[in-house]
């Protein structure tokens, strides 16, 4: 704020009906996929992997295939009939591709014939249960005509004359929907609006024939302007069978017609994108419920988002419930005072600069004159009053003559401009001013609303608006498929000879057991209890990692709410001593303010004297640093980056009000964390893992991009791989973290970061890994040929290279879906009304012949629990469905946070938090120089641009102490 607030018709589908255990996943025609399971070894194409057991001896080798450039006509993948090479020409292969990208170079040309398909499933499902509950899951049926033809088109429309000068030539994508609707409106004969979708910008799909060709437009975005004449080219593209859809659903082709689930995903989308607010993937309402208002002239607003997936039932549209922020739609006034709680409008003045950042870039119509378009705002002007500016005669007769803003607008408009006193809006863009009374502007509808930055009270509202419980979450995605404007409404995919069924998917899921855990002195507990979480207060760490050397640095020492610093240091080492984890008083306690976390060389002197006075005190290296802060603040960042980068000492943090309280649910949190990055195991597997029951020693792998914010165009990703460094525990990660390309999701040096991790496994096991388990992040269906084709042969590449050859598993974990599951009665779900912990689904609305499945690890206590998809890309030790799901849920129960399973692999989890803390670093380097990444005295900033050309990769190079502990816990 800136006033009073501080500033701070058909039969039933049949997913209607119950499908039993025995046929819930039918094999393709021909194929029996529980029998021998060739095809389910590694994956489907060249390599087909190894089976179980010590590496063959290399075979003569075949020449490898040519790389050739891509033909018109793709060949079909080679199935997993053909067999494999040996290692050797995988080797040969490997060797005659260039993986590593350089900037703004092409990608090297592969055939098809080299590419990988994902494994197919190795049987009908798994079978292990504790329990079978019914459950409904918001997959919705599509039936469609398998003869029906449609037709995808090219549409380029662009200025039919040279736009002037200072004037882009390029035209708004809003623009282009109304510049095509006028077109189709103008000759419905020719173009049936209703018979048509459109993206927006370059691609139609129609189910009748379009005339082709170049069509003229005339357009006038406001009843006041002259009409803009736009060229509007037609060109087919190509012809869609919908046939082919069902060959692949029914296992007889491999290869997914991504082109025709593009088109029809399209089709579907068309209605809620002409009825509703399209953002991104989801659809929302035009007109916003008082109820949900978050105040400060922002509101939620409630609404879905939509896929259509290929499964074993055929095909199916995925929608859920989706909450997100939006601008109110009032004027600009209105909205002013509402969210700066200003109390007279003459106060902009005052707050000018404030009022500037907060309209800036957003979009506004104005009211003054008829016309639809949107005006972004670039800024605000002097007073009304004073504002003038020259007009030329229209027929170039008199020389321009200079009128005042306030004249101007009674005179064009008959407009009296009663606001004269505070400033206009620049609506102007190309260095060309154009400027509106605040009066006369609205906020246009549509407009997102960074979460972020919502007041405290506002993210409290629109987080338990998306915490929806399952129950009314599913009624709300029942009104929401059956809405006039949801997807079945209108005409359009009833044109297209497409029909949804209005009901959830019916499925039988399997409930797996929990595991039995070891705690301290070898104590085993069974979890019985619904949430399957274990309790602390009378047991001990599985292994606890004595804290010898340490130092305080207390950060609210000249705070009004000051740390009782002997109380919490007291109480934190009983709470580690009754979990097994020998803590010995500070070295050191150093009082100090929150000052030095907004100066990073401040902060930098401050730990290096902490060490120092250390160091005199007890000669041997501190294992850890505990800073207590009086709130979450930002300079945050630079404490991690110093200590993990140049000092190499690890940290813990936490907020003085809860050391205070001193509560021992969070003292025993805290000490988990403490433990885990020293070394320590706080819970461990009693039973050795599914699969891998022998002495072969495996390591699991979690690979993970973070990208940057959508709006930033230059910042680097951040690529993080973590892997398990003990056995048979397997709860101990090292990690690395590199830089990549902006928004590039391919981790470009992939085999080498893992086989660095390979390294330190050896050196702290005195052996290799023979099994390796890989779980990647953050990947699109879209992407797993990227991740097979490109990932897996680099990390392939980079161990046949040291003639090394452990069996690998590549599995993708996917978070980011719209499948969720609902218990049927209250007896097939938790008292909470989500599914239990354990719950899996690998039938019905899985894909129709390859390996994936839905696991819900985690108990849901807020909101409608949802599941993490698991897809197998590559299996090389031919797990079975029981074998892997039991595997994933069993390593659930290993995250060292927390005690009980969480709703992720760790390894992928580990990866998550590991990539995030990646760029944190990332951040501090946009705040210093490129001289001082590399000699840390400076403390200057940079722009983009230098750090662009800033070889900056050893700025996220962890400290040589930290890199294969668990620091990022």
């Not at 597997?685 to 599914?690: D, G, I, W």
């Amino acid at each position: 704020a800136w006033g009073l607030r501080p500033c701070g018709n058909q039969g039933p589908s049949p997913a209607q009906a119950w499908s039993p255990r025995p046929g819930g996943n039918q094999p393709p025609s021909g194929q029996d996929l529980g029998r021998g399971r060739p095809e389910s070894v590694g994956g489907r194409g060249p390599w087909g992997g190894r089976g179980w057991g010590p590496a063959p001896a290399p075979a003569p080798a075949p020449a490898p295939a040519p790389v050739t450039s891509t033909t018109t006509t793709p060949p079909t993948p080679l199935r997993s009939t053909q067999p494999p090479p040996s290692d050797l020409s995988v080797v040969k292969d490997m060797q005659s591709l260039r993986l590593s990208e350089q900037l703004a170079a092409p990608s090297v040309s592969r055939t098809k014939e080299s590419n990988l398909l994902p494994v197919k499933r190795p049987d009908r499902g798994g079978t292990l249960a504790i329990q079978h509950p019914k459950l409904l899951v918001n997959h919705f049926p599509v039936q469609f005509n398998a003869k029906t033809v449609i037709t995808h088109y090219d549409v380029d429309i662009k200025f039919e004359d040279p736009p002037k000068k200072g004037r882009s030539s390029k035209i708004h994508k809003s623009h282009l929907r109304m510049i095509k609707d006028k077109l189709f409106s103008d000759d419905p004969s020719q173009f049936p609006l209703l018979s048509t979708a459109y993206d927006g910008e370059k691609n139609i799909f129609s189910a009748v024939e379009l005339p082709t060709g170049t069509f003229k437009v005339e357009f006038a975005m406001a009843e006041d302007m002259n009409s803009c004449s736009y060229s509007v080219t037609i060109k087919e593209v190509n012809k869609l069978h919908f046939g082919k859809l069902k060959d692949y659903l029914s296992g007889d082709v491999l290869s997914i017609p991504r082109d025709i689930l593009q088109g029809m995903d399209l089709v579907m989308k068309e209605n809620p994108s002409r009825c509703r607010i399209p953002v991104g993937r989801s659809f929302y309402p035009k007109t916003f419920n008082r109820r949900d208002n978050l105040d400060g002239g922002i509101t939620a607003s409630k609404g879905f988002q939509q896929s259509l997936k290929p499964t074993s039932q055929g095909l199916a549209m995925c929608l859920d419930y989706s909450v997100l922020a939006f601008h109110k739609r009032l004027p600009v006034l209105d909205f002013i005072k509402e969210y700066g709680e200003l109390k007279e409008v003459n106060d902009v003045n005052k707050y000018k600069e404030r009022v500037t950042e907060t309209l800036k870039g957003l979009k506004v119509t104005v009211t003054h004159r008829v016309t639809k378009q949107k005006y972004t705002v670039a800024g605000l002007t002097a007073p009304t009053r004073d504002l003038s500016f020259e007009v030329e005669d229209p027929e170039g007769k008199a020389p321009p003559k200079k009128i005042k803003l306030v004249d101007y607008f009674k005179e064009k408009y008959g407009k009296e401009i009663m606001h004269k006193g505070i400033p206009c809006l620049d609506l102007g863009k190309n260095n060309r001013p154009n400027y509106v009374p605040m009066e006369f502007c609205v906020l246009a509808e549509g407009q997102r609303y960074n979460k972020e930055h919502l007041s405290r009270n506002g993210s409290i509202l629109l987080k338990n608006m998306s915490l929806v419980p399952p129950k009314d979450r599913m009624s709300t995605i029942y009104e929401m498929v059956r809405a006039n404007d949801g997807p079945c409404g209108g005409d359009v995919a009833e044109n297209f000879g497409i029909q949804v069924m209005k009901d959830m998917t019916k499925v039988e899921g399997r409930v797996i057991g929990p595991p039995l855990l070891k705690l301290g002195n070898m104590e085993e507990v069974r979890l019985n209890n619904e949430k399957r979480q274990w309790n602390l207060v009378k047991s001990a760490v599985a292994e606890g990692k004595p804290l010898e050397r340490w130092a305080l640095i207390d950060f609210s020492s000249r705070d009004r709410f000051q740390l009782d610093g002997l109380n919490f240091v007291e109480k934190l080492r009983n709470r580690c001593g009754k979990l097994g984890i020998r803590m010995a008083q500070p070295l050191v306690c150093h009082p100090t303010d929150m000052r030095p976390f907004s100066k990073i060389n401040e902060l930098r002197r401050l730990l290096q004297s902490v060490i120092a006075e250390a160091e005199r005190v007890n000669r041997g290296r501190l294992q850890m640093i505990i800073c207590v802060m009086t709130r979450v603040d930002p300079g945050y960042k630079y404490l991690k980056w110093l200590s993990e980068t140049e000092i190499g000492i690890v940290t813990q943090c936490c907020l003085c009000k809860h050391a205070n309280e001193g509560k021992d649910q969070y003292l025993a949190n805290l000490s988990l964390k403490i433990n885990a990055k020293l070394g320590g195991s706080n819970a461990e597997l009693s039973k050795p893992l599914p699969r891998f029951e022998g002495e072969a020693h495996v390591m699991f792998v979690g690979a993970d991009v973070n990208h940057p914010a959508a709006r930033n165009t230059t910042c680097p990703s951040i690529a993080a791989v973590v892997a398990t460094v003990n056995w048979p525990a397997a709860n101990r990660y090292a990690a690395r973290v590199c830089p990549q390309y902006h928004r590039k999701e391919k981790i470009l040096n992939f085999g080498t970061m893992v086989l660095e991790l390979i390294q330190t496994y050896e050196l702290m096991n005195k052996v290799k890994p023979q099994r390796i388990v890989v779980f990647r992040d953050g990947v699109s269906e879209g992407q797993f040929e990227m991740v097979l084709n490109e990932e897996l042969l680099d990390l392939k590449k980079a161990i046949y290279a040291e003639d090394y050859r452990p069996t690998i598993t590549l599995v993708v974990a996917q978070k980011r879906h719209q499948t969720r599951l609902f218990p049927e009665t209250k007896d097939d779900g938790g008292s909470n009304g989500n599914v239990q912990p354990g719950t899996v689904v690998d039938i019905v609305i899985t894909h129709p012949f390859e390996f994936d499945f839905y696991l819900c690890s985690h108990y849901g206590s807020l909101g409608t629990s949802k599941p993490t998809h698991y897809y197998v890309l590559w299996d090389e030790h031919r797990f079975t469905s029981d074998q892997l799901q039991r595997l994933i849920y069993e390593l659930c129960f290993t995250f060292a946070r927390c005690t009980k399973p969480v709703s992720l692999v760790p390894p992928v989890y580990y990866a998550d938090l590991v990539a995030y803390r990646g760029r944190m670093f990332q951040e501090v380097l946009m705040e210093l120089s490129p001289d001082s990444a590399a000699s840390p005295s400076s403390s200057a900033s940079t722009s983009l641009s230098s750090i662009s050309s800033f070889d900056d990769s050893r700025f996220y190079k962890l400290h040589p102490e930290l890199e294969n502990i668990m620091f990022f816990v």
